[in-house]
């Protein structure tokens, strides 16, 4: 496997306080870890590079960095979501805290440990497709666990521009609403039937 290669498993991150750190993976490796326990230490580091594959902006994201793609498709998941990552490198930890954007104000950070299981479930997984380059090969476990069915369809959608885009994805699921997210971006032709 070469710096190509993510793999996430079933049995992701849970809410906690701080997060590890860990250059050898998310430097050295490219990864974010097989679990996406370095995800936050990712985000933290290069979330001001553009994603490399420019289909996979956000519409409504304000540039091709990957922090504000992240916030845009989040926020199809939890409206309004903002994501705040920070290397505390006195303690060798990174913190990860959600806001919400209500109107014209921004709420107070939360932790991930007061916000839904799902949220930070699923940020491993859009991550992992918003940084991928073409030629690459992810593999994901249940990217539609622990969240709603809306959001479930988004991740399918997002999972079939990264796969019209060079990424080679094997997606193991038992969501018929990941598979309609496809189907969707199917019909809309975002991706044809015989790529999928």
Known sequence: FTKQFQYLSADRISPQASYEVSDYYIRDLNSLGNHGEY??????????????????????????SLLD???KWMSEISPGIRIHAELQP????????????????????????????????VLPVLTTILRAKPGDLVIIENPEAHLHPAGQSVIGR????????GVQLFIET????????????????VIPAQEV
């Open 39 to 64: 995800t936050a230490h990712y985000i933290a580091e290069y979330g001001l590079t553009q994603l490399p594959i420019k289909a996979l902006k956000h519409p409504d994201a304000p540039s091709l």
């Open 69 to 71: 793609n992240i916030d």
């Open 90 to 121: 006195a303690m060798n930890v990174v913190s990860l805290n959600y806001a919400f954007q209500q109107g014209t104000e921004m709420t107070a950070d939360f932790k991930p440990q007061n916000v839904g299981f799902g949220l930070t479930f």
């Open 158 to 165: 997002l999972c079939s521009i990264a796969a019209e885009n």
């Open 174 to 189: 038992h969501s018929d609403h990941f598979l309609n997210g496809v189907r969707v971006a199917i019909r809309e032709k």
